[in-house]
Structure formats: C-alpha cells, structure tokens
C-alpha cells in the first residue's frame, strides 16, 4: 500500500486488515429510494462497503464508508448493509470496525434516512460491552453521524482530513473554523475525550487499530492471552524515581504501553499493558491532583474493562481533588462515578500505592474500602486524611501557636501523626494495604496477584440496571 495521504474506501480495508483476507458483503447493494434527483446518480454498495476479514488471524467486521458515493452519505440501504454487519457480529462474537468518511444524512431520503440512524444507533447500543466497537474517522463526520463514535469503545482521527462535530464551527455563535476549529482532530481529543489517538496518516491509524485489536478480546466471553516472552520475575532498578508513564512501560510484557486518550485529561493515564501475556487494563495518576475530566475518563475506562473481564490495575500517587469554581461544578458526579465504576466491577483489581494516597481521592483511586482485590504500596508511601504538616496544622493548631518554636513543633507533630496514620506501614497494620512491597519488584509481585485472583467470581445484587 502506497503511502499516500488518502485513501479509497476499499484501500482503508486492504490496510487495515491481513493480506487478501476481505470477503464483501452486500456488494450489488443500491440505494432503494427514486425521490427527489437520487436516481440521476449512480449508488454503488450505498455508499458503503461491508464485510469481514482477519487481523493476525483474528475476526474481524469492517464497513467503510465511501465518500465517492453521494459523499458517503447515510441512507436506507446504507444503514441496512451496517446493521447486518452488526448482526453477524454479534452471533460471531467478533470485533466491529467502522471507517468513516460521510456527509451524514442523505437529504433525498428525509424520513427513511432518519430512521436508518436510528437503526445503527440501536445496533450499536445493543452491541455496547459484547463486542469491541472502534471507529476511524477520514474525512467528514457531522451531524447525528457525530454520534456514532460516541457509541464506539474506540474512536482514532488523521491530523489533517478528519472533521467530527455535531454543529460545524460556522454554526456555532461567535465563533468560526478560523477562530476556533470545533471540528478539528486537535480540538477535539483535547476537549472532548472522544478521541483516543491523532495520528499524521491514514495508515498510521489503520496500523494503531490493528494494534489495538490485538490487545482486546474479540467479545465478552472471550480472554485476551497470548504467550509472554518476558522474564515473569524481571526487577526493574530505579524505579522509585521514574514518572509514571515510565513505570507503566517498564512494569509491562517487553516495555509495551498502549495509552488511549493521552491527549485529554492528562492527569490520568489510562491504557493497556501486557502481564505474562495476559491483557491488563492500566489506570494511574500522572498528577497528583484529580480533575473531573480525568476522573470521567478513568471512570468510562474501567467500565470498558469490566465489561470484557480485562482485569485493572490501578498506580496511585495522588493528594487531592480539583479546586476552581469551575471544577467545582461536575467534580462531584466525577468522583462519584469512578468510585462507582471500580465498586460495581467485579474483574480482577490490584492497586499499587507508588507516592502519596491522601484523602477522598485515593479512596476514589481503586482503594481497599471501595472493592480493590489486592492493594500494595511502595515503602515510602503516604497514605491519610492529608498532607502530615497540613494536618498537624489543623489538629494541633494552639500547642503550635503557643511554642517559641513553631516550625519545630510542627514538624514534629507531623512526624507523630506520619508515624501513627500516615505511612504505608500503619495502614498495612489496619488491614488497608495487604503488603509493603519493594518498587523493583512491582513487575513479578502484580503478576503473582494477577495469577492468584485469575479464578475469581464475584457477583453483584440482582437488578436491572445501577440507577446512576
């Protein structure tokens, strides 16, 4: 495949997938509707080209959008070719990958357009946490076209060509594309958290999706394993000192880190690791302070992961929520929906405490009060209510203000309180750490908890839905 910068409908598909592996389906598909001026134009496929094929030797659904055809535009018989994709991918149990590059809805069929939204968007809930859903945006993908990788697990833009919004950014009040281009591949996975990678090229995309594949399970029932070449017991010296995205890499099968939505919230890092081959889920603070958009996109994450028994592994090194005005708005339902996503999931969970652990906010970080299996923590952990010499602040606030030196007298009274509540060795004695352990050994000790609770089953209460 020539590396050029656009590609045909068809060229995504041979890209993305192994070497001859594409079977069509649909192909002698038209548009059904005569209404308007449709019938002076030629509908190959709809618009739309649908079928399955392997990704190394793995399932795979795939439907891609052709721009050449009345803009790629949805229609009737479009949306008839994407739903039945969808429903032989769900029968198989595999993956569902949609390469977008359309106008939206095709004006000429007015209500039956309409209705062929409603039907992929049916389809797509229904598919929600049984199948893997990813989307690739090309070109344009506007209006209730912009909804459909908001129902996807994954979404990936090109830097240049791809378009996403709802309303253009000339239709938005006060605003216009040169001012502020709402639509735009930067914009949107730095405000948004829909997208998970920007990458420069259409085949860098298609190739960040054949990799990310690789790491899902093809379904609900099914597990995400292959063998590991990486020593199992390998330490990993110096690394107390790394930031956390090293510790990720360095923790994880043959240094491999797959981050998803790196560009937004960057205060968390979400993703996914290797651990003796086995797929884990990784959810780890890269700022010691919390926002709500980070908290939404860890919540949204273990959530995904919950739904396909990919155990998370939680890395904490945090002291405090957000404090601004604006923060203050959502910060709230934030925290409260992470700490309602790790309680509700019943996969496996290890969190490992590499720094300090203060207040609500470790608590909402996977603690052991909130459902985590197994919780380590590094010898030089903090972990309480706060910072010790803010809280001897609060707490002996008059024996300070009456010494002569004050100084001296808080940082004594917050070695008393570190040394009774707020080191990793006095929770451990109340049961709230399961082990101090040594930082190079976080590799072969997380996989042995992961091994251990490789059995586990854990149902919640009988009930339709959670509320919430």
């Known amino acids: 495949m020539s590396e050029k910068q656009k590609y045909s409908a068809s060229e995504r598909i041979a890209a993305l ?5 594409f ?13 308007f001026n449709i019938k002076e134009f030629d509908t190959p496929k709809d618009g739309v080209l649908t079928g399955y094929g392997v990704i190394d030797g793995k399932l795979v659904y795939v439907y891609s959008q052709d721009a050449s055809v009345l803009g790629g535009s949805i229609g009737e018989m479009h949306a008839k070719k994407v739903a039945g994709l969808y429903n032989l991918a769900m029968k198989c149990g595999a993956p569902v990958i ?15 357009a309409l209705t062929a ?5 049916k389809k797509m809930s229904q598919a929600s946490g049984v199948i893997p859903q990813i989307t690739a945006i090309f070109g344009t993908c506007g209006g209730g076209t912009a909804m459909i990788p908001s129902l ?17 950014p000339n239709a938005l009040d006060g605003n216009y594309e040169g001012k502020v281009d709402t639509s735009a591949a930067s914009y949107i996975s730095e405000n948004t958290g829909l997208v998970d990678a920007v990458c420069d090229s259409e085949a860098d995309v298609l190739s960040e999706i054949r990799k990310l594949v690789g790491m899902l399970p093809s379904n609900n029932e099914d597990v995400a394993l292959v063998s590991c070449g990486d020593e199992l017991n390998r330490t990993i010296p110096g690394i107390e000192s790394m930031d956390m995205e090293q510790i990720i890499t360095n923790i994880a099968d043959d240094l491999q880190f797959t981050e998803v939505k790196k560009a937004f919230a960057k205060d968390v890092k979400i993703g996914f690791v290797r651990m003796n081959g086995a797929t884990v889920g990784v959810v780890a603070n890269a700022d010691k302070t919390l926002t709500s958009a980070g908290l939404t996109k860890a919540a949204k994450f273990v959530t995904f992961c919950d739904a396909f028994s990919i155990p998370v592994l939680t ?15 959502t910060i709230s339902d934030a925290a409260a929906a992470l700490s309602f996503a790790y309680a509700s999931a019943t996969v496996e969970k290890v969190t490992v405490v590499t720094g300090e652990a203060y207040g ?17 923590a590094w010898p030089n952990a903090k972990i309480g209510m706060m910072e010790s ?23 004594e009274a917050a070695a008393r309180i570190d040394e009774l509540q707020g080191s990793a060795l006095a929770a451990a004695k109340r049961g709230y750490i399961d082990d101090i352990i040594e930082p190079d050994a976080t590799r072969k000790r997380v996989i042995a908890a992961f091994e251990m609770l490789s059995t586990k089953q854990e149902d919640g209460p009988a009930r339709k839905h959670a509320s919430r």
């Open 360 to 376: 609500s906010a470790y608590i909402t970080m996977n603690s052991k009060s909130l459902g985590a299996d197994m919780v380590y």
């Open 389 to 411: 010499r803010m809280a001897a602040r609060i707490m002996y606030a008059d024996e300070i203000a009456a010494a002569e030196d004050k100084l001296a007298k808080e940082r």
């Open 17 to 21: 997938l192994d070497d001859s592996s």
């Open 23 to 35: 079977v069509e389906i649909g192909a002698y598909v038209t548009a059904r509707s005569t209404d």
């Open 98 to 112: 949609g390469l977008i590059d359309c106008a939206g809805l095709r004006l000429q069929e007015a209500t039956d």
């Open 315 to 329: 890395l904490v090194d945090v002291k405090n929520f957000a404090g601004t005005m604006e923060e203050e708005k």
């Open 117 to 121: 939204f409603g039907r992929i968007f």
């Open 152 to 168: 996807t697990d994954f979404t990936f833009m090109t830097s240049q060509n791809s378009k996403l919004f709802v309303n253009s």
